[in-house]
């Protein structure tokens, strides 16, 4: 059906199929059960398929997920609009003029040397929206990813002043978690202090690679994507091998493992 619409029409369309989806007579039940709690874990769902989309280089792929996350916003502005908040059309003017408010460079007259002055300018910007708050971290959002929600506390953090000044006392303190962490399993200790420990190491581990200037968030994607890569790669090794993996032994597992770096480097 998507081919065949009016590209300026299109919004209109998606926006009448869930009002039919939502209606109380001819409606869908499963559509018309939810709620916001309910719809919201499919938001977070669709937003993640879109950055996986993403990350594959995958643009067919990119289209239908945008499609997915776009059908989350209209979902969402459908059950507001039946409560009388707001609707589809005032979440677009909203977006709109945020968007020509934060970029006056563009818009009005203001003028910004580069990305980064134009970054420092956005934060201004957004600090001003929020007017007076009782705290630097306020705004988080609590529903974030644990490692994103770290990193913004961190970033937040720095910007009144309360940050390391360098690198090295980062790294500092990276060791000195791990080493109350393995202090913490020697001792056998109960799960809510081996769970303090683990979360300070994370916390400082998080720390440590925003002061090198790396996106923990997508370092670890990175990360849990070559682990993935090299793993099924092991697999193929064992398959060829006519030996079911869970019968190897560390020593075999290890050699299929070195294998599979190999093969990358090679390529």
């Known amino acids: 059906m998507a081919?065949?619409?009016?590209?300026?029409?299109?919004?209109?369309?998606?926006?009448?199929?869930?009002?039919?989806?939502?209606?109380?007579v001819s409606g869908c039940p499963w559509d018309l059960e939810q709620d916001f709690r309910s719809v919201a874990p499919y938001t977070l769902e669709e937003a993640y398929e879109v950055v996986d989309a993403i990350e594959r280089d995958d643009p067919a792929e990119l289209q239908?997920?945008?499609?997915?996350?776009?059908?989350?916003?209209?979902?969402?502005?459908?059950?507001?609009?039946?409560?009388?908040?707001?609707?589809l059309d005032d979440v677009i003017g909203s977006i709109c003029e945020k968007m020509l408010r934060r970029h006056p460079h563009v818009f009005a007259n203001e003028q910004v040397e580069d990305a980064?002055?134009?970054?420092?300018?956005?934060?201004?910007?957004?600090?001003?929206?929020?007017?007076?708050?009782?705290?630097?971290?306020?705004?988080?959002?609590?529903?974030?990813?644990a490692l994103t929600r770290a990193y913004k506390l961190q970033?937040?953090?720095?910007?009144?002043?309360?940050?390391?000044?360098?690198?090295?006392?980062?790294s500092d303190k990276v060791e000195e978690e791990l080493e109350e962490l393995n202090a913490e399993i020697t001792r056998q200790?109960?799960?809510?202090?081996?769970?303090?420990?683990?979360?300070?190491?994370?916390?400082?581990?998080?720390?440590?690679?925003?002061?090198?200037g790396v996106d923990p968030e997508r370092a670890l994607r990175k990360g849990n994507s070559k682990f993935t890569r090299r793993f099924r790669q092991v697999e193929s090794f064992m398959r060829d091998a006519g030996q079911p993996i869970t019968e190897a032994d560390l020593d075999t597992l290890d050699f299929y493992w070195e294998k599979a770096k190999e093969q990358e480097v090679s390529r």
Do not use: C, Y
């Open 3 to 24: 081919d065949k619409l009016n590209p300026p029409a299109a919004i209109a369309d998606l926006r009448a199929i869930m009002a039919q989806l939502r209606d109380p």
């Open 64 to 87: 239908a997920e945008l499609g997915d996350l776009l059908f989350q916003v209209v979902f969402h502005a459908q059950m507001a609009s039946e409560r009388g908040w707001f609707n």
């Open 116 to 145: 980064e002055a134009q970054t420092r300018a956005w934060e201004v910007h957004k600090a001003r929206e929020r007017g007076e708050q009782d705290s630097a971290l306020d705004g988080v959002p609590a529903a974030l990813p």
């Open 155 to 170: 970033q937040r953090a720095s910007r009144v002043g309360f940050d390391w000044p360098s690198i090295h006392g980062v």
């Open 189 to 212: 200790a109960d799960i809510d202090a081996l769970m303090d420990e683990a979360g300070d190491l994370l916390f400082a581990a998080v720390n440590l690679v925003r002061h090198a």
